[in-house]
């Protein structure tokens, strides 16, 4: 068995989103020997959690893997990924970060030092891998995020009334205030709609988006953080997945959401279009485009077949991200 390390932000305990080290490091364990740091809320111990965990156990390491986003966390991935080369460690960032071709457009010569120095790279989209791959970075691995199917009941939802779910953490490169205007929007169409936003607080978007519904006089269901459990039990009231954000990967609430049968209207930004394809499994939309949303929105409910054609095409999709699936690619990597 062999001994893996995993670092990144294990927050979920703090009251944040619960993120892929916590959710792939317990699968990780059916086959691997596998710590994890780090847990810590403050951030400069979280940085010496993660560095003590590496240096205790120097000597019985055969893998650090390292999730790597674009923003600030990308500088815990910078100091970790320059440990493992100075203690001879084989170490794999996952690239999360949406936005990580910034980081390699602005930051070459750091971004160099983490990727061309690494045993491997994951990527959990075809988006990112074929990223990296245009900046050089030809031995990337695809590895995609996963769920277990058989936890969402698929159901096919009538939309006599529309009923929006959100699902993100609260943070302004998600632009959870479109979906308070895509409501305000329908309404003043004279459309019967609501709207649940399910996610934490990240950097103060909550409260603005709070602020504007009040501002626009909508009034929208905020859940605050809710367990997966919670979050799909709310899902059998709702009829429609509305993803509004700037930047993106492959975002899990999106598979979710196809696995559960409610269908997605999203932006098309990032990694979306190589996750569904436009009147496939999802209808999508320019960034930032009220109309355009609102807009697929009611064909959604007006067009019956095509909402059977895109549920059915995405739950069949979401299959293909069961834990079953993609297990056989972590063990093939790791042992």
């Given at each position: 068995m062999k001994n893996v390390l995993y670092i990144g932000n294990a927050l979920s305990s703090t009251g944040k989103t619960i993120t892929t080290i916590e959710t792939l490091g317990e699968r990780l364990g059916e086959f691997c020997?596998?710590?994890?740091?780090?847990?810590k809320s403050n951030k400069v111990l979280r940085l010496l959690d993660m560095v003590w965990l590496v240096f205790k156990n120097i000597t019985h390491t055969d893998y650090v893997l390292i999730d790597t986003y674009s923003t600030f966390n990308f500088y815990y991935a910078y100091i970790i990924s320059q440990l493992c080369r100075f203690l001879e460690l084989k170490y794999i960032p996952i690239l999360h970060?949406?936005?990580?071709?910034?980081r390699l457009k602005?930051?070459?010569?750091?971004?160099?030092?983490?990727?061309?120095?690494?045993?491997?790279?994951v990527a959990p989209s075809n988006f990112l891998k074929s990223t990296f791959e245009d900046f050089g970075y030809k031995e990337v691995l695809y590895i995609s995020n996963f769920i277990e199917i058989e936890k969402y009941p698929f159901s096919n939802r009538s939309i006599d009334q529309i009923k929006l779910l959100w699902v993100r953490s609260f943070s302004s490169i998600y632009n959870p205030k479109l979906a308070v205007s895509v409501l305000k929007s329908l309404l003043n169409q004279g459309y019967k709609a609501s709207?649940?936003?399910?996610?934490?607080?990240?950097?103060?978007?909550?409260?603005?988006?709070?602020?504007?519904?009040?501002e626009n006089g909508v009034e929208?269901?905020?859940?605050?953080?809710?367990?997966?459990?919670?979050?799909?039990?709310?899902?059998?009231?709702h009829n429609v997945f509305i993803n509004t954000t700037n930047f993106d990967n492959t975002p899990v609430s999106i598979i979710e959401a196809m696995a559960l049968?409610?269908?997605?209207?999203?932006?098309?930004?990032?990694?979306?279009?190589?996750?569904v394809s436009q009147n496939e499994e999802a209808l999508l939309v320019s960034p930032n485009a009220v109309n355009e949303?609102?807009?697929?929105?009611?064909?959604?409910?007006?067009?019956?077949?095509?909402?059977?054609?895109?549920?059915?095409?995405?739950?069949?999709?979401?299959?293909?991200?069961?834990?079953?699936?993609?297990?056989?690619?972590?063990?093939?990597?790791?042992?």
């Open positions: 020997s596998i710590k994890i740091a780090s847990q970060g949406g936005n990580l071709e910034s602005n930051n070459p010569k750091m971004s160099a030092s983490v990727f061309k120095n690494a045993y491997k790279l709207l649940t936003m399910v996610g934490p607080e990240v950097d103060g978007s909550l409260q603005e988006t709070k602020k504007y519904a009040k929208v269901n905020f859940t605050g953080k809710l367990s997966k459990e919670e979050w799909i039990e709310l899902s059998h009231t049968g409610l269908p997605i209207v999203s932006t098309d930004v990032g990694g979306i279009p190589f996750l949303l609102v807009s697929e929105i009611i064909k959604l409910q007006e067009n019956k077949s095509l909402r059977e054609k895109l549920i059915n095409n995405s739950r069949k999709k979401a299959e293909n991200f069961d834990w079953n699936v993609v297990k056989p690619k972590w063990e093939s990597l790791l042992r």
